[in-house]
């Protein structure tokens, strides 16, 4: 009896361990809003309700300045943006041009 039942012991061991080391990637999250000052590697943002939120920019971060690749420099006093994260970390940050 132990003989059948212990296959499927292991299979549920190894079945466990691989669903708790796979990394689920979190659903990227958009806000938009104006910019408030930029630079440092700091981008701090007034969202679309009024309150102002900062970010640490890291050098892997997107930034895109009028639908070309551009730096955190260049991002204005109340330029609108739309910051992409993935919760914690900033991918994306990219100003919001208007519609031609």
Known sequence: M???????????????????????????????????????????????GGKESTHTIGTEAKITVNGKPGKLEELKLGTPIRVTTDGATVLAVATIDEVK
């Open 2 to 48: 132990y003989a059948k039942l212990l296959p499927c012991v292991a299979l549920a061991l190894a079945a466990a361990i691989v669903v708790s080391t796979t990394s689920w990637a979190a659903e990227p999250i958009t806000q938009e809003g104006m910019v408030v000052s930029a630079g440092g590697g700091k981008l701090t943002m007034k969202d679309k």
